[in-house]
């Protein structure tokens, strides 16, 4: 006769272990989609390595006070570069390199100008807004492709944290849904949707062509 105890108390320690891992993948993925969680990590490298300051010409904000950042839809910007202070600091802590974060910084500065249209209801500038949102999209797409070979990292982590509050993410409807998007458009004119010179052009043309030709077979 087939004892089940033994067969229960053989299985119950590999059992346990899965269940343990479904978790921490499930909490992991959670935490990856947290705004707390992501700026937490951003102000841990900020206080790890607090003597960096000028990031390519650009001096950081200190982290706001969530509650009052949270307030209006535009939240503060104290360094008044036309970037949220905690995204400033995120965009410094967790960009990869100069090309990087100078291409976060064109999204987040062209998606807080498409904020501040929807808080003031401007439906006569929403196609330039949205023309110069999609070139600041193809920018980073391209950028964060090559050093990443995930063309929507940063952009999934910044339309997240950007969007953070219900007003904010409230915009999204505002978006013309006859909008025209060229999110596809990466390519050897990288350099045309970006708003500043990149460094080591070549390589990173020639790295996305490579890219796209192995994610193409797929």
Known sequence: MVNIKKIIFSIAPILFTGVVLICIFITLNLLEKSYDFQMWHAKKIQSD?????DFFGELEPQFPDKMINSKTILGIDVNANGIRDDIDVWINRI????NETKAMRQYSLAKQEWLNVCEKKEPKVINAVNLKLENAVTCLMALSGYQRKDSNFTINKLELLILNTKERL??????????????NSIGT???????FEIQNIRNVV???????KSTSKR
Do not use: H, M
């Open 206 to 212: 020639s790295g996305n062509i490579l890219w796209q």
């Open 170 to 183: 409230s915009c999204v409807d505002f978006y013309p849904k006859n909008a025209t998007s060229n999110l």
């Open 95 to 98: 960009a990869t390199d100069e």
């Open 49 to 53: 390595f607090p003597e960096y300051v």
């Open 189 to 195: 004119d990288t350099n045309f949707y970006c708003e």
